[in-house]
C-alpha cells in the first residue's frame, strides 16, 4: 500500500511564506515525477510545480519567481517553498508521485496525497 502524506499549509497574510511537504511510504521501487497541483472550488485542478528525480523542474508561469520545489530521493519527499503569496494562491494544495512498484511490472502508477487548505489574507 502507498501512501502520500502532506503537512504544512495553513493560514498566512498576503506577502508571506509558507513551507509544505509530501512524504512516500509502502512499497516503492522508483518514484520518477513527483508534483504540487492546487485546486479552488468549481475549478479543475492545476498544475502549480513538477520535479523529476534527477532534479529537473517546471512550474506554471503564475508561480515562477515565487515558488520553489525540491525533493529528498532518500527520504521519498517532496517540498514547495512558497513566498510572496497572494490571496488568489488561495487553494486545496495537493502533492503526486508518478511510481513504479516494482522492476518486473515496468508500470508507473499515480498516486496523490489527501489535500492540505493554504488561505492567504488580504
Given at each position: 500500500?502507498?501512501?502520500?502524506?502532506?503537512?504544512?499549509?495553513?493560514?498566512?497574510?498576503?506577502?508571506?511564506?509558507?513551507?509544505?511537504?509530501?512524504?512516500?511510504?509502502g512499497?516503492?521501487?522508483?518514484?520518477?515525477?513527483?508534483?504540487?497541483?492546487?485546486?479552488?472550488?468549481?475549478?479543475?485542478?492545476?498544475?502549480?510545480?513538477r520535479i523529476?528525480?534527477?532534479?529537473t523542474t517546471?512550474?506554471?508561469?503564475s508561480?515562477?519567481?515565487?515558488?520553489?520545489?525540491s525533493?529528498?530521493n532518500?527520504?521519498?519527499?517532496?517540498?514547495?517553498?512558497?513566498?510572496?503569496?497572494?490571496?488568489?494562491?488561495t487553494?486545496?494544495?495537493?502533492?503526486?508521485?508518478?511510481?513504479e512498484?516494482?522492476?518486473?511490472?515496468?508500470?508507473?502508477?499515480?498516486?496523490?496525497?489527501?489535500g492540505?487548505?493554504?488561505?492567504?489574507?488580504s
Amino acid at each position: 500500500q502507498v501512501q502520500l502524506v502532506q503537512a504544512g499549509g495553513g493560514l498566512v497574510q498576503a506577502g508571506g511564506s509558507l513551507r509544505l511537504s509530501c512524504a512516500a511510504s509502502g512499497r516503492i521501487f522508483r518514484i520518477n515525477v513527483m508534483g504540487w497541483y492546487r485546486q479552488t472550488p468549481g475549478k479543475q485542478r492545476e498544475l502549480v510545480a513538477r520535479i523529476t528525480s534527477g532534479g529537473t523542474t517546471n512550474y506554471a508561469d503564475s508561480m515562477k519567481g515565487r515558488f520553489t520545489i525540491s525533493r529528498d530521493n532518500a527520504k521519498n519527499t517532496v517540498y514547495l517553498q512558497m513566498s510572496s503569496l497572494k490571496p488568489e494562491d488561495t487553494a486545496v494544495y495537493y502533492c503526486n508521485a508518478d511510481l513504479e512498484l516494482s522492476s518486473a511490472e515496468g508500470n508507473e502508477y499515480r498516486y496523490w496525497g489527501q489535500g492540505t487548505q493554504v488561505t492567504v489574507s488580504s
